[in-house]
């Protein structure tokens, strides 16, 4: 038996894009998060045919191999991040939205929201993750 696998270090182009766009215009963060949104439902609607397709083929072979319940299984996978990503997206336009004045402003310390205005939406966007702990 060999040692278990490293966990990879997880590279996202897009989420590094996402980080700066406290840079740009609000109405371009939302636009970007959309057609991203648009890009990975599309990437998962192509994953569903595959699978489908896939599903179709090994019912008409009636065989069951290793290599089909393991390759099912990173299929399975894959489309589990596409639902995720396409969740997150959603979510984060939301609140974006909920926050389209913290753009508004000229000045960088003009554009914030007192900690109460904001406190509800930042838990409710981060208990959708089952991230924070109720007090």
């Known amino acids: 038996m ?3 696998p490293e966990i990879p270090k997880i590279r996202d182009p897009f989420l590094l894009q996402v980080f700066f766009m406290d840079n740009i215009p609000v109405n371009e963060v939302i ?3 959309k057609y991203y949104q648009g890009v990975r439902q599309k990437r998962l609607d192509e994953m569903t045919q595959t699978v489908q397709e896939a599903w179709k083929s090994i019912q008409e072979r009636q065989n069951m191999t290793p290599r089909i319940l393991i390759s099912s299984a990173v299929l399975r ?3 589990e991040q596409e639902v995720q990503y396409i969740k997150w997206c959603e979510e984060t336009i939301q609140l974006v939205e ?3 004045s913290l753009w508004d402003a000229d000045a960088s310390l003009d554009s914030m929201l007192p900690f109460e205005e904001a406190r509800d939406l930042m838990e409710e ?3 959708a993750a089952v991230v924070l702990e109720e007090d």
């Open 77 to 79: 996978r894959g489309l």
């Open 125 to 127: 966007y981060f208990n």
């Open 98 to 100: 909920a926050c389209k």
């Open 31 to 33: 636009f970007q998060l």
């Open 2 to 4: 060999g040692s278990p």
